[in-house]
């Protein structure tokens, strides 16, 4: 009776030292989920194959699993404590730099000062391109409906411009497609072409780091934003043809307006 005493007070002891420590794991991992980089759905998302399954499937299971360890990989700026979070102001700014938002207003601006008709007109169909990028775009993630990556902190700018699905990459297509208009457009010097490709490799690489993107959404979005320029160039609208299009306009809204006139006059 005398020897269990000190030994009830060890076990005692023991005990609450274990909880101290097991309450400190908890809070450790607590912390450290803050920064999580994939959600809770995408965590536990089955991979596995059977021999059963068709080849398709098997190989679409494994490219997939190969896409979200390469993602997770890639996102070093995913937080503050991440292990390149030291950089991520930095790299938010490169990302903000592939916004539609600037990239809009900076054209809508220049088609508005433009000095000369040619200029007038670039700036018109770049402004046209982007339109068309939003709605391709758009339709494709309504169309694949693919969940993004789980954001790691709560901001401003994510709150009222990150979208909710994920393929492709809006940023990653803007950025190709953008990058190829200036190449052939605007740009005729070796040192602008490396600058201009340097930018859409920036922007679409951002994505990544601060894991807004799975690799396949922006490699896609690469390609996607690389052929719409094609698009554009097929329906390139010059300027003559966009003067014609509004005097016709403008021929139908007066011939109307006389008719209106004429058929009242002849009532009275």
């Known amino acids: 009776m005398k020897m269990s005493a000190p030994t009830s007070r060890r076990n005692s002891c023991r005990g609450v030292v274990c909880g101290n420590r097991a309450s400190s794991d908890c809070h450790v991992r607590r912390r450290g989920s803050s920064c999580s980089y994939f ?18 499937t098997i190989t679409l299971r494994f ?9 997770k990989r890639l996102g070093v700026c995913a937080c503050e404590e991440s292990s ?40 018109l169909n770049l402004a046209l ?3 068309l990028d939003l709605l391709l775009v758009r339709a494709v993630k309504t169309l694949v409906r693919r969940r993004r990556p789980a954001q790691n902190r ?30 052939a457009q605007q740009v005729d010097t070796a040192s602008m072409r490396v600058l201009v490709v340097g930018w859409a490799t920036l922007v679409s690489l951002s994505r990544l780091l601060l894991a807004r993107h799975y ?13 719409q320029y094609s698009l554009v160039e097929r329906l390139w609208v010059t300027w003559d043809c966009l003067q014609d299009l509004l005097l016709m306009r403008l021929r139908e809204r007066l011939n109307k307006a006389y008719s209106g006139l004429w058929m009242a006059d002849w009532k009275r």
């Open 215 to 227: 690799v396949t959404d922006v490699g896609f979005g690469l390609a996607m934003g690389y052929c």
């Open 129 to 131: 391109a982007l339109l």
């Open 39 to 56: 959600s809770s759905g995408a965590q536990t998302e089955d991979f596995s194959v059977s021999l059963s399954q068709p080849i398709f």
């Open 154 to 183: 709560s901001e401003i700018l994510s709150a009222f411009f990150v979208e909710r699905y994920s393929f492709p990459s809006g940023h990653a297509t803007r950025a190709a497609m953008c990058a190829r208009f200036l190449l």
């Open 63 to 71: 490219l997939l699993a190969i896409d979200l360890w390469l993602s």
């Open 84 to 123: 390149w979070g030291s950089i991520r102001p930095l790299v938010r700014l490169v990302e903000f730099s592939g916004h539609v938002i600037p990239w809009l207003v900076g054209t809508v601006y220049t088609l508005l000062r433009g000095e000369s008709a040619a200029e007038q007109e670039i700036m």
